[in-house]
């Protein structure tokens, strides 16, 4: 069984704003800007092909218990 490629998670302003800034940067958006629980997360590979996800918390943040199970969200 292959491994998974590794990705990078990236905690950003605007997930749309850094997949413009993705690409302008000889990067890709592998999947458009999308709208989660938390705000808006999208998918990228740099020019080298690393895989990247953005993820900004405009609508809010995970809430967890104390065995970090996701319990609800808790607005910004």
């Known amino acids: ?3 998974p490629q590794p ?3 990236l905690l950003v302003d605007s997930a749309g704003e850094a997949a ?3 690409v302008a940067g000889g990067g ?9 629980a938390v705000g808006r997360c999208a998918g990228a590979r740099d020019p080298w092909g690393n895989v990247l996800v ?4 405009s609508k809010g943040a995970f809430v967890t218990d104390d065995d970090g199970n996701v319990i609800g969200t ?3």
């Open 1 to 3: 069984m292959p491994r």
């Open 74 to 76: 808790q607005a910004p």
């Open 20 to 22: 413009h800034r993705i």
């Open 54 to 57: 953005v993820l900004d918390l």
């Open 28 to 36: 890709m958006v592998v999947v458009p800007p999308f709208d989660i």
């Open 7 to 9: 990705e990078t998670d």
